[in-house]
């Protein structure tokens, strides 16, 4: 975990000698297993915005907090009764953009924004330390771009620390808030997924459950299908790549705008498969393990969960070099994960099916991603907490 240097956003808060030494402090490996930290002799009171509310779609948030709660931490959900009526060290906030302007109708999104204003000068009054975890710096769709940019000046001033998930994310977070330096900012990486969801079939099983020959090569798209994710750019590229004996499965729900643009392109391809409804989580290990390469094509990304989820299912992906996804190259190495440069095409896909194919051979059985475990990431989280509410 790495932190930038500066003072305590709006509030005043002057850095401490501990809260110095804690963020120029490098620990570039992760499988920290210090004692967790306490604040006041006590352990730390979190409150957490979502807390557990998104497992079913994504549990970066339960996972993360099972290991706070496991070092000794007490986390809770947050809502405004608890913050004004009981006493917190830290309120943790992921996506609070999403949250809070997000809707088609401005008038709703004023009020969420202005209850939103009133509950961060509450926190301030009560000496809550604000921390935001950055997943995004911008919202991949921009719904109110006005009300986005008065969000900012609502938000930024108030936050007490930052955790970045990348060095290239802290870059980032710089370039388009540049204000944010004097906050202290916190490096820790996203987790893996290996083990948060049922994983019990094998390729042979999951493929039979598909319908697919057990010597065609598959490459898979999943997830939930936005324009940000290039989708249609692979479907035709694919198409265009003319692979022989190869299939091209996309698995994810799609707003119905999105499905058909995907259904267009597929019916010009014959080895493109779409599967366009919301997978439930114990039916991902079916595509997953059925596949011989995850191809995730964002034309804009920050951060990925699906790169990480494919991973933790031992299979290779193939991405754009943009945002984390470098760094988490320099992890797995190149057997397990091919980057790419500049827009996706024909090539790009055609010469990724062959080295999948030929790595298949000499790649390991499972992805290291033992340097992204959950209980060294809590530790570190809570060690980020601790530095600045002591």
Same mark, same amino acid.
């Given at each position: 975990m790495t932190a930038d240097d500066g003072t305590a956003a709006a509030g005043g808060h002057r850095q401490s000698d501990a809260q110095r030494d804690m963020r120029t402090r490098s620990a570039t490996c992760?499988?920290?297993h210090d004692d967790a930290p306490w604040h006041g002799g006590t352990a730390l009171r979190i409150l =957490?915005?979502?807390?557990?509310?998104?497992?079913?779609?994504?549990?970066?948030?339960a996972l993360l907090y099972d290991a706070m709660e496991k070092a000794g931490a007490r986390v809770s959900s947050f809502s405004r009764r608890r913050l004004l009526r009981e006493s917190w060290d830290?309120?943790?906030?992921?996506?609070?953009?999403?949250?809070?302007?997000?809707?088609?109708?401005?008038?709703?999104?004023?009020?969420? !924004?202005?209850?939103?204003?009133?509950?961060?000068?509450?926190?301030?009054?009560r000496k809550t330390r604000i921390f935001w975890t950055v997943h995004n710096i911008r919202p991949h769709e921009q719904e109110h771009p006005q009300l986005e940019r008065l969000f900012w000046r609502i938000f930024l001033p108030c936050l007490d620390g930052i955790i970045c998930m990348s060095e290239a994310g802290k870059r980032e977070l710089l370039?388009?808030?540049?204000?944010?330096?004097?906050? %202290?900012?916190?490096?820790? %990486?996203?987790?893996?997924?290996?083990?948060?969801? %049922?994983?019990?079939?094998?390729?042979?099983?999951?493929?039979?459950?598909?319908?697919?020959?057990?010597?065609?090569?598959?490459?898979?798209?999943?997830?939930?299908?936005?324009?940000?994710?290039?989708?249609?750019?692979?479907?035709?590229?694919?198409?265009? =790549?003319?692979?022989?004996? =190869?299939?091209? !499965?996309?698995?994810?729900? =799609?707003?119905e705008g999105m499905a058909q643009a995907l259904m267009e392109a597929a019916a010009a391809a014959p080895n493109v498969r779409l599967a366009l409804a919301f997978i439930p989580r114990d039916e991902l290990q079916?595509?997953?393990?059925?596949?011989?390469l995850v191809i995730l094509p964002f034309t804009e990304i920050l951060n990925s969960a699906s790169a990480l989820l494919a991973l933790s299912f031992d299979r290779p992906i193939l991405v754009p070099a943009q945002g984390a996804l470098p760094e988490l190259h320099q992890i797995v190495g190149p057997e397990w994960m091919r980057l790419y440069h500049g827009p996706l095409s024909s090539k790009i896909?055609?010469?990724?099916?062959?080295?999948?194919?030929?790595?298949?051979?000499?790649?390991?059985?499972?992805? %290291?991603?033992?340097?992204?475990g959950w209980d060294a990431i809590g530790r570190l989280t809570l060690k980020a907490f601790a530095a600045v509410a002591r």
């Open positions: 992760i499988g920290d =957490a915005s979502p807390y557990r509310e998104t497992a079913e779609g994504n549990p970066i948030q830290v309120w943790h906030l992921h996506w609070p953009l999403e949250y809070v302007v997000h809707g088609t109708d401005a008038s709703s999104v004023m009020r969420r !924004l202005a209850t939103f204003a009133l509950a961060l000068k509450a926190a301030r009054f370039r388009a808030h540049p204000q944010t330096q004097s906050v %202290p900012t916190f490096t820790i %990486p996203h987790g893996h997924y290996r083990g948060a969801y %049922p994983d019990t079939v094998n390729k042979e099983e999951a493929r039979a459950a598909l319908g697919i020959p057990e010597r065609r090569f598959v490459a898979l798209f999943i997830g939930q299908i936005r324009p940000y994710k290039g989708v249609v750019e692979l479907i035709r590229c694919f198409a265009d =790549a003319r692979l022989a004996d =190869a299939e091209l !499965l996309v698995a994810g729900m =799609a707003e079916i595509y997953l393990r059925a596949a011989d896909v055609r010469d990724a099916v062959e080295w999948a194919a030929s790595c298949s051979t000499s790649r390991g059985l499972r992805a %290291p991603l033992d340097c992204l």
